[in-house]
């Protein structure tokens, strides 16, 4: 400031200046904090230190000159503001104001916050206009790029298949031209073999510059994104892509001249999942803070397209065994198909053989043997004949009103003899209910009828208890028993169809393991659910009990 010519200026030498001025000048100078006058019908510049360190490459021809001129590229958005305060006389205050400085070489997207206030000459009059102002530009940039960051961790978060997450990671990704103004992702194929495209982003489709494929083995001389390189694990910077006028550049119509390339890594240390390109930013330097950023939008990227690749190897397993499902359900259908009419045809003379009079005790027990089993293999030809008509779509429940109770408490009694007989104690608790509900009875017998086959055969000791009640708008069946149990882990699988638990006790052991899996069938059928409740209270074995709500 001291040897600066001040009397090549308008504002003329130092000892020329007014009292006024001089002490505004002290105090700018004295301070540590960006500050910056502008005095006089010419807006020349005084500033301090560090107001010269926001203006980089700018001074020190600033100094002294017209800020008209120093800030030619932003004096559109500077002007109306200064300009109003120096009329006025009213200061007044802007955040995080974007400006678009040529202060490094380039023209640079930079953010401030300013305090403009006029100032006056020792007769009072307005003459200039003093300025604090501080640069906020990595704040903003931290919080614009933490934002895409954080968008890209909500998409990581979804199932999604491979395909949508490309699409939803390429629109995140869109929202931010500022950081990201364009961007491709290339995927590796099952073979390892190549990459192929799966989104773009603010880029118009060209075979020349970008490809739809990869060949990673063929040889790299017309490999122009260098994505050979990148899917070794390196991250490339390719400049001078401004060449390539197809693609887009900033939004002060800078054309973007630089790009990195990098791996999407795998969970695995081998091969990466594939390969993104992303340009850079021509109003941003690509310093640490920009190359950081990148490094965790391709992380994120990374999260995002493994967990869709973990959802689809699921759902491909999933499928699989829905598809085992259906074809062991349609093999058990056709071959019940096949037993029914010949087991008819057996039940027929079997029950006339036990009514014959002529029938000798001993052949009769046979024939009753003969029959009882007849009628088991029957009831388990009907269970899988019903699942295919599930499956098909075909069953149809006739709902009527019935007295639900009375119809539990009958169903229930079928079962007290063999329960008795096996010295066990049947508990029937169905107290009348206010009002009948609709049902099929047909198929409520059968939900009924399985459960409490279910629990008389895995209990030897204790008691049955058949529990129904009114829970809010619901009907709620209870099945308790002072059986075997569940194991723990064994919980989430007892409506699995064809799915037997093994080494538990049982009265026989013959089924398909379909049995309770058709309950569940029928009881949604009537729009209900079966919880699994824990009941520590009946016995210490009997910690699980069957519930059919709705």
């Known amino acids: 400031m001291r040897a600066f010519d001040w009397d090549s200026t308008p504002v003329g030498a130092v000892e020329t200046w007014s009292q006024s001025l001089k002490s505004i000048v002290k105090t700018l100078l004295a301070s540590r904090y960006p500050m910056v006058l502008i005095w006089g019908p010419h807006l020349i510049q005084f500033y301090n230190d560090a107001y010269s360190k926001l203006i980089g490459d700018k001074h020190p021809a600033a100094l002294g000159t017209d800020i008209r001129i120093t800030l030619a590229e932003a004096w559109d958005t500077l002007g109306p503001m200064i ?177 990195l390339v990098m791996p999407i890594a795998s969970s695995s240390t081998a091969a990466p999942l594939g390969v993104m390109v992303v340009g850079v930013s021509p109003n941003r330097a690509l310093d640490e803070g920009y190359t950081s950023f990148y490094e965790l939008l391709a992380g994120q990227v990374s999260v995002a397209l493994r967990n869709a690749q973990a959802y ?7 499928q699989k065994l829905a598809e085992l499902d259906r074809e062991k359900t349609i093999f058990f259908s056709n071959v019940s198909h096949e037993f029914r009419t010949p087991l008819t045809l057996m039940l027929g003379p079997l029950s006339d053989a036990l009514q014959d009079p002529e029938t000798t005790p001993t052949q009769r027990e046979r024939i009753k043997i003969a029959h009882r089993n007849s009628l088991r293999l029957l009831k388990l030809v009907n269970t899988l004949l019903d699942f295919s008509r599930i499956e098909a779509n075909r069953m149809q429940a006739v709902y009527e009103l019935t007295d639900l109770a009375a119809l539990t408490t009958d169903l229930a009694s079928v079962f007290r003899s063999a329960i008795e007989k096996a010295g066990l104690q049947l508990i029937v608790d169905c107290p009348p209910l206010e009002e009948h509900v609709y049902v099929d009875r047909d198929k409520w017998e059968k939900i009924v ?55 538990t006790q049982g009265r026989t052991h013959e089924g398909t393991g379909i049995g309770l899996a058709l309950v569940q069938e029928l009881v949604q059928l009537h729009g209900g659910a079966i919880p699994l409740l824990r009941e520590r209270q009946i016995a210490p074995k009997s910690k699980y009990s069957w519930v059919v709500g709705r």
């Not at 689809?312 to 999933?318: G, I, N, P």
């Open 449 to 503: 009828l399985n459960l409490l086959s279910n629990a008389f055969k895995f209990t030897q000791i204790g008691h049955i208890v058949v529990k129904q009640y009114i829970v809010g708008e619901n009907v709620e069946l209870q099945i308790q028993d002072t059986g075997c149990g569940i194991p723990e882990f064994e919980i989430e699988n007892v409506f699995k169809r064809f799915y037997r638990i093994e080494e």
């Open 312 to 318: 689809e190897e699921e759902r491909k397993r999933a």
């Open 83 to 259: 300009n109003e305060v120096m009329t006025t006389g009213v200061a007044n205050w802007v955040e995080a104001q974007m400006l678009v400085l040529e202060r490094s070489g380039y023209r640079e997207e930079s953010y401030f916050s300013l305090s403009h206030a006029p100032q006056s000459d020792d007769s009072g009059q307005i003459v200039g206009m003093f300025c604090v102002c501080s640069e906020v530009t990595e704040q903003v940039l931290g919080a614009r790029r933490l934002r895409l960051l954080r968008d890209l961790a909500s998409k990581a978060g979804e199932t999604q298949s491979v395909e949508i997450t490309c699409a939803s990671v390429a629109a995140a990704i869109a929202e931010h031209p500022l950081d990201v103004p364009f961007a491709l992702i290339y995927l590796r194929s099952v073979d390892g073999k190549t990459l192929t495209l799966q989104s773009m982003v603010r880029v118009a489709s060209s075979e020349h510059i970008i490809p739809v494929t990869f060949d990673i083995s063929a040889p790299q001389k017309d490999d122009i994104w260098s994505l050979g390189q990148a899917y070794k694990g390196e991250t490339v910077l390719i400049e001078n892509i401004d060449q390539h006028q197809l693609l887009p550049g900033g939004p002060w119509n800078e054309p973007t001249r630089a790009a």
